[in-house]
């Protein structure tokens, strides 16, 4: 069945880095285009970056560009989000989701930015 297993959460300073992973399985990951979502407490989940299912074109937030970094492994079926000069208010679930002919969610990660 399809999965797509986030990981790399947590709890970081202000200024701080993560690196969230997606793994994904049960699908063909090369084919499909993959994207980091995040939903913050009492708002809607928000589209962070995408890339497409070669790697070659990447899209972001604007309030994300510059720090933050989408990329992807398809050997591995991996989707990665660098995540550097984070902010409190980057404190959210992180989501990844395959965009194709279906679209799959994952279960999110907590990350969260605090002193």
């Known amino acids: 069945q399809v999965q797509l297993v986030e990981s790399g959460g947590g709890l970081v300073q202000p200024g701080g880095s993560l690196r969230l992973s997606c793994a994904a399985s049960?699908?063909?990951?090369?084919?499909?285009?993959m994207s980091w979502y995040r939903q913050a407490p009492g708002k809607e989940r928000e589209l962070v970056a995408r890339?497409?299912?070669?790697?070659?074109?990447?899209n972001y937030a604007d309030s994300m560009k510059g720090r933050f970094t989408i990329s992807r492994d398809n050997a591995k079926n991996t989707v990665y989000l660098q995540m550097n000069s984070l902010k409190p208010e980057d404190t959210a679930v992180y989501y990844c989701?395959?965009?194709?002919?279906?679209?799959?969610w994952g279960q999110g990660t907590q990350v969260t930015v605090s002193s």
């Open positions: 049960g699908f063909t990951f090369s084919s499909y285009a």
């Open positions: 890339i497409s299912s070669a790697g070659g074109r990447t």
């Open positions: 989701k395959a965009v194709g002919r279906k679209d799959y």
